[in-house]
C-alpha cells in the first residue's frame, strides 16, 4: 500500500506498507516527511482502511514527527541499537551447526519465540526468504538464527540459545554460520539498546555500531 499526503497540489509526504489482509497485520517500509500534517493524515489513514490491525514502525530515533503520533495513539516503543557489518568476523569452528531440516523443525518450533511476527512455524513455510540455522547438542535443539537470504544486505531476524547452554559459544557459532551463508552480500542487524550481552557477541563478529532505531508497534482501533 503506497501513498502520498499532499497541500493543495504539493506532495509532503509518501508512505510505504507492507500490508498482510488475511493476518491483520501491516508494517511501515517507508516513510518520507518533513510534516507533521503529513503523519497525521498517514495515521489517519490507517484508521480509516485498516481498523484492527497490528502495525509496525522502525524509524530514526530523531524523527520526532512520527513519534508524536504514535505516542498519542499509545503505540509500544522500543530503542533499538543498529550494528553494521563492516570489519572481517574471526575463524569459528561450527561443528553442532545445522541448516533446519524436517528432522529438527518440531523442536525448532517448540523453542522459537514467539512474541513476534516470524513465529518459526511461519519461518519454516519460508525457508524461500531466510536461512535458518540450529545448535545441536546430543540431538536436541539448544539454539537457532534466523536470517533473511534476498537481499544484499540481510538481517538476523531472531537469535536465541537456551539459557541453559548460554556462555558455551553457540551464540557466536550461530551467526558465523549465518556469516559464512551470507557471504558476500552485506548485513545489519537491531539489538535493543540494554541488551549488553547481544551488542558484545555482534561487535565480537565485526559489526560496528551505528545510529539508534525506535521500533513501534501500534494496533490500529477497531471500527466495532
Known amino acids: 500500500c503506497v501513498f502520498g499526503v499532499y497541500h493543495e497540489e504539493t506532495l509532503i509526504g509518501l508512505f510505504a506498507f507492507l500490508v498482510i489482509r488475511d493476518e491483520q497485520y501491516a508494517e511501515m517500509l517507508a516513510g518520507l516527511s518533513h510534516e507533521k500534517s503529513a503523519y497525521l493524515e498517514a495515521l489517519q489513514y490507517l484508521e480509516q482502511h485498516f481498523p484492527g490491525y497490528g502495525v509496525d514502525f522502525v524509524f530514526n530515533s530523531g524523527n520526532c514527527l512520527l513519534r508524536e503520533q504514535l505516542n498519542l495513539r499509545k503505540a509500544d516503543f522500543e530503542l533499538q541499537q543498529k550494528m553494521v557489518l563492516e570489519f572481517p568476523a574471526p575463524k569459528i569452528d561450527t561443528t553442532g551447526i545445522v541448516p533446519l531440516s524436517d528432522q529438527y523443525a518440531e523442536q525448532y518450533c517448540a523453542i522459537h519465540n514467539k512474541d513476534m511476527y516470524w513465529t518459526g512455524e511461519k519461518v519454516v513455510q519460508a525457508q524461500d526468504r531466510f536461512h535458518t540455522f540450529l545448535a545441536i547438542r546430543d540431538g536436541r535443539v539448544v539454539g537457532y538464527i534466523d536470517v533473511t537470504r534476498t537481499f544484499k544486505e540481510n538481517e538476523p531476524f531472531d537469535l536465541l540459545v537456551l539459557e541453559e547452554y548460554r556462555r558455551m559459544g553457540y551464540g557466536r557459532k550461530l551467526l558465523a554460520k549465518a556469516l559464512e551463508a551470507n557471504a558476500p552480500n552485506a548485513m545489519s542487524v537491531l539489538v535493543d ?32
Not at 549488553?196 to 539508534?212: D, E
Open 193 to 224: 539498546a540494554d541488551n549488553v550481552p547481544a551488542i558484545r557477541l555482534y561487535a565480537s563478529m565485526g559489526f560496528a555500531k551505528k545510529q539508534n532505531i525506535l521500533t513501534a508497534h501500534w494496533t490500529v482501533p477497531s471500527s466495532e
